[in-house]
């Protein structure tokens, strides 16, 4: 190869020094816009601006069923809307999506019923969802366990002939997982269709990035493995969503995965039941809150006219609406059957749990009989 | 003259904490590391203000790696330090399998000894607190089947100290499971008078002449309750808690099993191949004589760890347990169980 072959090379490989942005944080366009993206369409920005309205009221709704004991747990994805739901639009229906328990908004945004989104906090079961029928893999809880499923994924469709792309979600600190290189490099030589999306929200519970990397931005890990990679500003939705478009549409026409950080911020601690004032400071939360995504775009379409206050109050209601039905539903007991917990074991459950199956309805059966006594 | 006591409340939390501060403190060369621990203390609070007292030189956060912290921890350990490693849950331990079994388990013996790895891997362990997936497997037997690791699990916040303290000391790496739902169960102790049996020996937490149920870890205090409730209905039951389950005490189990007659095994882990088959079948080995009915295993079903609701199904409580006395065939009645109706196909 040239020296400036080789050149030409690494520079389609390099992220952009600074993460692409088309939107300041008070919604105004930046001066220069970036070169090489198509900037989402109004009507586009419009449909994302009413995703992340709902997205944002299904996150806080989550949170409170969590303070009144109807999830057993939730990790909120409050500030990383632009991400969650870029991620999503930038896909097709028959895409598919590997998501992480960080990604329950993305999966509202796909369409999937948010009861059955929450089945798995919910304590139900793993997987409240049909994966096979959205194409939205269960939420993955191993970190950087997925982004291998998603390179086979993309893989099988290729072999298959179809022309659907897989897409990884993952956050920072799960980039330092073994499996996450593995992944890069495996789909680099396969040159499979698949999109790996970091949200670098800074934080892997308490670790701050930079005990996580020292690289200059995490989507430098792309050229190690030939894999071509960009940095956005992750809470600027115009710039994700364009960005992403790009990187599926590189993808789907065979030219190899894409690796895309983002970097934005998780606004809420881990989980509920993380304590986030032990390793960081109000003050930087703060900042963060002043780059808001959802502001920031509303702001945007605003100023271009693409947003009238009805469409927000319209918007408003529609995720009010979502959240009393959510309410609703998560508020109604379930009773999750114990007899359930053999029959997907295996295909044909083997002749011990059989036994073991007999012995709990067996037990269940004198429980039942004491408590009536 | 009488010893005075400083017996105060103490959690199981707090020993664990305790036993790491005092083992910085003693022994320039342990160091804590892993997922959290800094700062933060670690998810369960274990490694709480160990950073901020012995220095981020002593504790320290690692990148999001287990391979890499277990395999970071081999090579310190060749380097002359006591790693003592926090997985931050038992199923989140995985990706340092390889390193774990093919190193930590075997450079003693790939050297001839000459290589040796004194450290600890902490892993909160099992389950009974409500956990997601992935947050409440029974790992044990993993370990346990792994030739050169030891693997201890304390049921009494007593324990916990003074077996992680005898863990950090040993020339050989130990596997420290530590049973999650334990961590806030208080109790009366005082650290700083060794009360705790050697390492390596099983304690007998209750004695009783009719039947010896083995447990340990989480499921000691169910097989206490257990006990407490069969001795209403006038069956002692004498509680073993094996405390390591490698090295195994055959001594102590044993001596109690051929005293009782009859033996019953508890585990929260799934049965099939499980540390309470090893246990049975090694006591009729060495009871057989001894024994009024088979050796009955009471375990978790061999199903993947349920989701929350549906935990208390799986998990062995006081009453399954006491199913399981009843078919010690005290009135000379055999095990019928496998013929209950739906076992068959
Ligand atoms: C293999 C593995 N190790 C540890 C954990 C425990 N854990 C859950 S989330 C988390 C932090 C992940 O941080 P990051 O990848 O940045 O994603 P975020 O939670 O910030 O979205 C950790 C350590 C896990 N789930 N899987
Ligand atoms: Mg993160």
Known sequence: MSVKSLRQTVQGLLPSLTPVRFVAEDGTPVAKPPAGYREPSVEALREAYRRMVLGRRFDTQATALTKQGRLAVYPSSRGQEACQIGAVLALRADDWLFPTYRDSVALVTRGIDPVEVLTLLRGDWHCGYDPAATRVAPQCTPLATQVLHAVGMAEAQRRKGEDGVAMALVGDGATSEGDFHEALNFAAVLRAPVVFFVQNNKYAISVPLARQTAAPALAYKGIGYGVRSEQVDGNDLVAVLAVLTDAVAHARAGHGPVLVEAHTYRMDAHTNADDATRYRDADEVERWGAADPLSRLEAHLRARGGLTDADAAAAREEAEALAADLRTRMNADTTADPMELFDHVYAEPTPQLREQRAQLAAELAETALTQED | ?345
């Open chain 2, 1 to 345: 003259m009488a010893e005075t006591t400083k017996a105060t409340k103490v959690t199981m939390a707090q020993a664990l904490n305790t036993a790491l501060r005092d083992a910085l403190r003693e022994d320039d060369r342990v160091l804590v590391f892993g997922e959290d621990v800094g700062p933060l203390g670690g998810v369960f609070r274990i490694t709480d203000g160990l950073t901020r007292d012995f220095g981020e030189e002593r504790c320290f956060d690692t990148p999001l790696a287990e391979a890499g912290i277990v395999g970071l921890a081999v090579g310190m350990a060749m380097g002359g330090f006591r790693p003592v490693v926090e997985m931050q849950f038992d199923a989140f331990a995985y990706p340092a399998f390889e390193q774990i079994a093919s190193h930590v388990a075997k450079l003693r013996n790939r050297t001839r000894g000459r290589l040796t790895l004194p450290m600890v891997i902490r892993v909160p362990y099992a389950g009974g607190i409500g956990g997601v997936e992935h947050h409440c497997d029974s790992s044990e037997a993993y370990y346990a089947h792994t030739p050169g690791l030891k693997v201890v699990t304390p049921a009494t916040a007593e324990d916990a100290y003074w077996l992680l303290r005898d863990a950090i000391a040993d020339p050989d790496p130990v596997v420290f499971l530590e049973p999650k739902k334990l961590y806030w169960s208080r109790e009366d102790t005082d650290l700083e008078r060794r009360g705790a049996l050697p390492f390596g020996r099983a304690a007998v937490r209750r004695e009783g002449r009719d039947a010896t149920v083995v447990a340990y870890g989480p499921s000691v205090p169910v097989a206490l309750a257990a006990a407490e409730a069969a001795a209403a209905e006038g069956i002692e039951l004498e509680v073993v808690d094996l405390r390591t389950i490698v090295p195994f005490d055959d001594e102590t189990v044993t001596a109690s099993v051929r005293r009782t007659g009859r033996c019953l095994v508890v585990q929260e882990a799934q049965g099939f191949a499980g540390v309470g088959a090893e246990i049975a079948a090694r006591v009729q080995e060495r009871c057989f004589h001894s024994l009024a009915a088979p050796v009955l295993r009471v375990a978790g079903f061999d199903i993947p760890y349920p989701p929350p609701k549906l935990e208390h199904a799986h998990l062995p409580g006081v009453d399954r347990i006491l199913d399981a006395v009843d078919r010690l065939q005290f009135g000379d009645e055999p095990d019928t169980r496998h013929l209950l109706k739906g076992a068959v196909a």
